[in-house]
């Protein structure tokens, strides 16, 4: 796994739009931050748009934004505009080798969980993390901005301590770590980027999916053997979804799937601060972690294997 360099004062980040539009407030506002905290934000040229139906530009003109900028060399970070839809269209033009060549921070989260796939599968770390929205809206201090700015600016190893929750599984593990959107990561099951390797400790969030959706795609890695090569499993926030005659939570029917289907021998830790919400942590997807669940609080760590 290789990390990509560390940032330091003056370097480069360009931001980039590879899913569907976004305000250019948030780009313009993320620009803003940027430079406060020494950094030379770079706006690729279809960051704004012009949009293609529900798409940030064509999937020509996203493409080209960032092949110009994983091949600049005086870019050392991208940070994508927001997710949505429409990352997987790129997958198939940006090989391991490209991506391997130079390697730099990827930043981002729900849809850009794909292009995080594709990392991972290349060998190279990435950060899942909110995007310009959240560094646009919240204060410089806020606890997810500043810990994003930790992992660019390599301070390793970083570690998140949260309350326990009481449909944990208490245990120890460590691996890999590797997730994001569940629904996006369930589309590249079983394809050339499928993340479900042997090792991993997999973490998963989603918005407004239904409850018995994120069952299907439960059972498409039980039933694919995902479960069996998985070393431990983070539940992030399930949002905007609806209770169903089934189950009035997200949270219930994970609990009685993982029950039901005799998922035992890994830790779990539910509601960890990672999804569709405020309280997003940056996690380093390709780390080498550690995760530890008691009946009194859930740890992670994430270390940088190059330095241990």
């Known amino acids: 796994m290789i990390f990509p360099n560390s940032l330091k004062r003056g370097d480069r980040i360009a931001i980039l739009s590879p899913s569907s539009p976004v305000k250019e407030e948030y780009i313009d506002r993320a620009s803003e931050f940027l ?11 279809f960051a704004k748009g012009p949009a293609s139906g529900s798409y940030a530009s064509t999937a020509e003109q996203r ?8 091949e600049d060399d005086s870019i050392r970070a991208i940070l994508c505009s927001r997710g949505g839809y429409g990352a997987v269209h790129l997958l198939r033009s940006l090989p391991a080798e490209f991506l391997r060549q130079d390697p730099k921070w990827l930043i981002g989260y729900s849809d850009i969980s794909a292009l995080h796939a ?13 995007m310009a929205k959240h560094l646009s809206e919240e204060d410089a201090q806020d606890f997810c901005v500043r810990s994003l700015i930790r992992i660019l600016k390599g301070n390793f190893p970083l570690e998140y301590e949260v309350p326990s929750h009481p449909y944990n599984i208490d245990g120890e593990a460590e691996g890999i770590l590797a997730g994001g959107n569940l629904a996006v990561l369930n589309g590249l099951f079983g394809t050339a980027y499928d993340i ?7 973490f998963i969030e989603d918005i407004s999916e239904a409850i018995y959706a994120v069952e ?5 890695i039980l039933l694919s053997g995902g479960f069996d090569r998985i ?3 983070i539940i992030g926030r399930f949002t905007e979804y609806r209770p169903d005659k089934n189950f009035s939570s997200m949270e219930d029917m994970i609990k009685a799937f993982l029950e039901k289907e005799g998922i035992k021998g890994i830790p779990v830790a539910f509601n960890f601060p990672v999804g569709h919400v405020k309280e997003n942590y940056p996690l380093v997807e390709g780390a080498t972690a ?10 992670l760590s994430m270390s940088n294997p190059m330095t241990l």
Request: glycine fraction near 8%.
């Open 35 to 45: 430079v406060s905290e020494g950094f030379e934000p770079v706006v690729m040229p």
């Open 63 to 70: 493409l080209d934004d960032f092949i110009s900028a994983w």
């Open 118 to 130: 594709m990392l991972l599968k290349a060998g190279v770390a990435s950060i899942h993390s909110p």
């Open 196 to 202: 479900l390797q042997e090792g991993v400790i997999l």
């Open 216 to 220: 299907r795609m439960l059972y498409h």
């Open 231 to 233: 070393k431990g499993l």
């Open 290 to 299: 550690k995760l530890t669940v008691t009946s009194d609080v859930v740890k």
